[in-house]
């Protein structure tokens, strides 16, 4: 058998990406003024540290699939016409373990009104301890298992509003467009206001 190394460009890439979340790795973030994959990104960021993207200026992700944890196939592109949630974490992340009850509560009550969570799970280097963390937490929406952050550096291209740092919640439009974002541990009410504008839109 043979396998095939990924591109040098590749790999420099996903090693900045993952060196860039481990300096901002549980930490507050949300900071007035992070910019996003590079270049302009129209967003503004409001109190509590959510960034917004006016509806008309907003852009898409790039390929959000592969495995979840429990090794079915995900592509974020399959919600398409959805309002999807996506939160970065890590089982190894305490803020991550303090959210996780708001995500599980709030991705159960707007279920039905067509949002879905997805939940992007990153340096674990197994994936024993993330599965145990959905159990002990609850979680029933899938989460891709993306170790070394290559599904995070596909996915946000530049110019988008990139998750940088762990954990970050990112809400995007019926069109798979990112119209909001937060890079810190949220509560319910603030994932609420995140989701609420962008349930509402026609």
């Known amino acids: 058998m043979t396998f095939r190394r990924a591109p040098r460009s590749i790999m420099l890439a996903a090693g900045a990406l993952a060196a ?3 300096m901002t790795a549980c930490t507050g973030g949300g900071s007035k003024g ?14 509590g540290g959510i960034s917004t993207v006016p509806k008309g200026e907003r852009k898409a992700v790039g390929t959000i699939a592969g495995e979840t944890l429990d090794g079915t ?4 592109a399959d919600h398409k016409g959805k309002v999807v ?21 709030v991705s159960e009550d707007l279920k039905a009104k067509g949002v ?16 145990q963390f959905e159990k002990d937490y609850g979680v029933a929406y899938p989460s891709l298992y993306d170790p070394a952050g290559e599904i995070i550096l596909n ?22 467009k990112i119209a909001a974002r937060v890079l810190k541990a949220v509560g319910e009410e603030q994932l609420r206001s995140m989701i609420d504008p962008v349930l509402a839109e026609k």
């Not at 890590?90 to 708001?102: N, Q």
């Open 20 to 22: 860039a979340l481990t």
């Open 34 to 47: 992070i910019s996003g994959g590079g270049g302009d990104t129209n967003f503004v960021t409001g109190t």
């Open 73 to 76: 196939r995900l592509d974020v």
């Open 85 to 105: 949630v996506l939160n970065l974490w890590g089982s190894w992340c305490a803020p991550c373990r303090s959210e996780a009850k708001h995500l599980v509560k």
């Open 116 to 131: 879905e969570f997805v939940g992007l799970n990153t340096r674990d280097v197994n994936k024993q301890p993330a599965v």
């Open 155 to 176: 996915g946000f291209p530049k110019g988008t509003l990139p998750p940088q740092a762990i954990p970050s919640t990112i809400v995007l439009d019926r069109d798979g």
